[in-house]
């Protein structure tokens, strides 16, 4: 297993989710740790990444100052701490691993559910 994500389950809107991806093997060699989701109907979308060198972060503007992503290199897992959700929040979500100047994820977790209810 090179990512494997958890933490997804169902929460009324304005309650609060971790989401964790632990990382191992090639996927622990890269450099950044990203989640991006995929709501019915939409296209997979950015939703924060955390870079292992420096811990440099990056958010999607509809996440801004409510979630919070995190490293623990003792751990080698990462974490989406997702606050004042919203029913948009909806998706299932998935952690990848790309490397510090690539666009392109190479590696990817197998997806977690998070329904946030109206």
């Known amino acids: 297993v090179q990512l494997q994500a958890s933490g997804g389950g169902l929460v009324q809107a304005g309650g609060s989710l971790r989401l964790a991806c632990a990382a191992s093997?090639?996927?622990?060699?890269?450099?950044?740790i990203g989640w991006l989701r995929q709501a019915p109907g939409k296209e997979r979308e950015f939703v924060a990444s955390?870079?292992?060198?420096?811990?440099?972060?990056a958010y999607a503007d509809s996440v801004k100052g409510r979630f919070t992503i995190t490293g623990d290199n003792a751990r080698n897992t990462v974490y989406l701490q997702m606050n004042s959700l919203e029913y948009e929040d909806t998706a299932v979500y998935y952690c990848?691993?790309?490397?510090?100047?690539?666009?392109?994820?190479?590696?990817w977790g197998q997806g977690t559910q998070v329904t946030v209810s109206s």
């Open positions: 990848a691993a790309r490397r510090r100047f690539s666009v392109r994820w190479e590696y």
């Open positions: 093997g090639q996927a622990f060699s890269m450099s950044v």
């Open positions: 955390f870079a292992w060198n420096g811990g440099s972060t």
